[in-house]
């Protein structure tokens, strides 16, 4: 099955500065990335996918980057704030049929003010 | 707010006790997923149905079971409970039967066994 590897497992910045989480996946197939951010005593929410037709995907301060060859993603967040502080997991699945998402296992960003 | 409900938010229960989750997806979903999530393992994908169906299996223990109702609202029941079992129960619901569809996650079960 499918494997998810997520880097750093912490993560802290300053205000105003980037921030970047990568993924790794194993299965060749998966054609689908989600990434959902957990808020302390809430469930993941879904900030940003990116599906294997386009490279990049871009909302406001987030972006997501897909290199289907090194069978890698990333995260990107821009000019960060207190509230990004949260922690973020990314995701694969194939697209089609009953697959199913496997999770990273998860990055705790912290921004500093 | 997802739309997805999950009670109760707390649960302390015993070694050896069974338990009963409950889950009510967001209006119009007819999938609904459980995972477990733990400070080891991050989040485990345990089962999903769609429209009272199971279709999907995850790393779900013979100790757990799941049903989807009519109604749709689930329920994940957990038993012979092990001191390992302690975890966040999230389950989330999406409209199609897609694993890849847009998964909307509820608030979820915070399960301590003693």
């Known amino acids: 099955g499918e494997n998810v590897e997520q880097h750093p497992s912490t993560l802290s910045v300053q205000e105003g500065d980037s921030a970047v989480i990568k993924c790794t996946y194993s299965d060749s197939a998966s054609n689908y990335f989600p990434w959902y951010k957990q808020e302390l005593g809430k469930g993941p929410q879904l900030i940003i996918d990116i599906r294997s037709n386009v490279g990049e995907k871009k909302d406001q301060r987030i972006a997501v980057t897909l290199n289907k060859t090194a069978k890698h993603f990333s995260l990107h967040i821009t000019e960060t704030q207190p509230e990004d502080s949260a922690v973020y997991f990314c995701a694969a699945s194939f697209f089609s049929g009953y697959s199913t998402l496997t999770f990273g296992k998860g990055t705790m960003l912290l921004v500093s003010p | ?114």
């Open chain 2, 1 to 114: 707010d997802s739309g997805v409900t999950q009670t109760p938010k707390h649960l302390i229960t015993a070694t050896g006790q069974r338990v009963t989750l409950r889950c009510s997806p967001r209006s119009g979903d007819l999938s609904v997923y459980w995972y477990q999530q733990s400070l080891d393992q991050g989040l485990q994908f345990l089962i999903h149905y769609y429209n009272g169906e199971e279709r999907a299996k995850g790393n779900i223990l013979e100790r757990f079971s799941a049903q989807q109702f009519p109604d749709l609202h689930s329920e994940l029941n957990l038993s012979s409970l092990e001191l390992g079992d302690s975890a966040l129960y999230f389950c989330a619901s999406s409209p199609g039967p897609r694993g890849a569809d847009t998964q909307y996650f509820g608030p979820g079960t915070r399960l301590t066994v003693l």
